[in-house]
């Protein structure tokens, strides 16, 4: 089976639609802002539709797929390009910034250097696929835990070559990003095919796999096993499933 669900080719396919079910959290963007500290120049790479771009300092955004760049509204100049060849000068912003990025780049490294050589401080926010075998979702789409694994650098790998360290971004249950773990408590949402659209996960499975995760999950909701299995996730607010904010 071909693993289509990376790079920004993926974006231009299902990208559609993505600015309306990837709305920033609130919460998670206050992490993202104190993580850039003071910068007043911030370059935004992967920056999709603008979501976590702080709305009171100089922003330039980098974004490859036309699809993602037509959905922008906020305003700020964005430039056509990758991580792994930004079109600046050294040390040209005082931050640079990525979410839910880099895991479509084909060269982490080489972009996560790139980001460096043009900003003072990085801050990217990640996946810890190492924290996600507790999660629930991947009782169901097991292939998805192993094909992640292939493409989400270790977060202690992404620490070490920025000379920085991790928080965990945990995920409120009102979660407004409706990226792949923003469901937790919301088990029936993951069988609405518009929402799984803008979960690049989703699109690492073959439709077999798809198929038989949702059967499994939709008769576990109707049966109440997966409440019997999961209810005491409904008294939580937020829950850590492995989003981790590197900066450095
Ligand atoms: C999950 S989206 C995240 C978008 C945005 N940062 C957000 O939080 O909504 C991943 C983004 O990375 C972009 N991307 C893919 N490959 C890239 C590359 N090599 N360099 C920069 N961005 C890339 C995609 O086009 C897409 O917009």
Avoid at 56 to 64: G, K, T
Avoid at 82 to 91: E, I, Q, R, T, W
Avoid at 110 to 138: C, I, K, N, S, Y
Avoid at 214 to 220: I, M, Q, S, T, V
Wanted: charged share 25%; glycine share 10%; hydrophobic share 40%.
């Amino acid at each position: 089976m071909s693993i289509p669900a990376t790079g920004f080719g993926h974006y231009q396919r299902v990208g559609a639609g993505y600015a309306g079910r990837r709305r920033p959290d609130p919460r998670i963007a206050a992490q993202v802002l104190a993580a850039l500290e003071d910068a007043k120049t911030v370059l935004n790479v992967g920056a999709g539709t603008g979501s976590y771009e702080p709305m009171d300092r100089m922003v330039v955004a980098v974004e490859p797929s036309t699809v993602m760049l037509s959905q922008r509204t906020n305003g700020h100049p964005c430039v056509r390009a990758v991580a792994g060849a930004l079109p600046f000068a050294n040390d040209r912003f005082d931050a640079a910034m990525g979410v839910l990025t880099i895991h479509h780049w084909p060269d982490w490294r080489a972009g996560v250097a790139e980001l460096a050589r043009v900003a003072g401080r990085v801050v990217l926010l990640t996946h810890d696929t190492d924290a996600a075998p507790d999660f629930w979702l991947m009782e169901y789409f097991p292939t998805m835990l192993e094909r992640d694994r292939k493409r989400m650098p270790p977060v202690d790998h992404v620490c070490a070559a920025l000379g920085g360290r991790a928080e965990t971004v945990p995920v409120p249950h009102d979660c407004t990003d409706g990226f792949l773990g923003a469901y937790w408590r919301k088990p029936a949402v993951y069988l609405d095919a518009e929402v799984r659209k803008s979960m690049s996960g989703f699109g690492l499975l073959s439709e077999d796999e798809l198929t038989t995760g949702l059967l499994r999950l939709e008769a576990d909701l109707l049966s109440g096993e997966w409440d019997r299995r999961n209810g005491h996730l409904r008294d939580l607010d937020a829950l850590d499933i492995g989003y981790r904010l590197v900066a450095g």
